[in-house]
Nanobody
Framework: QVQLVESGGGLVQPGGSLRLSCAASGFTFSTYGMSWYRQAPGEERELVASINTGHITNYADSVKGRFTISRDNVKNMVYLQMNSLKPEDTAVYYC?????WGQGTQVTVSS
């Protein structure tokens, strides 16, 4: 069965960095686009970044130039490198493949 398991969240100060990882299993990873979404308290879930099978990437305007999505088709992993973090980046971050969500990992940006 499809499984998406996120890791790498935590508490970081403004201006800091985190790298989120998503371990995928149960499907042919290289044939699917992958995405990261986030949901802050009281807010709707929003797309943060996506990467297709050709490694073409797309970002929300709010994270362009600060976040980088990447994938490793050998390890079946997708990553989100987050730099210059801001308090407004605080949210639960979810890994997504068409029709499937991971359990989420909490990112808190606070001094």
């Amino acid at each position: 069965q499809v499984q998406l398991v996120e890791s790498g969240g935590g508490l970081v100060q403004p201006g800091g960095s985190l790298r989120l990882s998503c371990a995928a299993s149960g499907f042919t990873f290289s044939t699917y686009g992958m995405s990261w979404y986030r949901q802050a308290p009281g807010e709707e879930r929003e797309l943060v970044a996506s990467i297709n099978t050709g490694h073409i990437t797309n970002y929300a305007d709010s994270v362009k130039g600060r976040f980088t999505i990447s994938r490793d088709n050998v390890k079946n992993m997708v990553y989100l490198q987050m730099n210059s973090l801001k308090p407004e980046d605080t949210a639960v971050y979810y890994c997504y493949r068409f029709s499937f969500w991971g359990q989420g990992t909490q990112v808190t940006v606070s001094s």
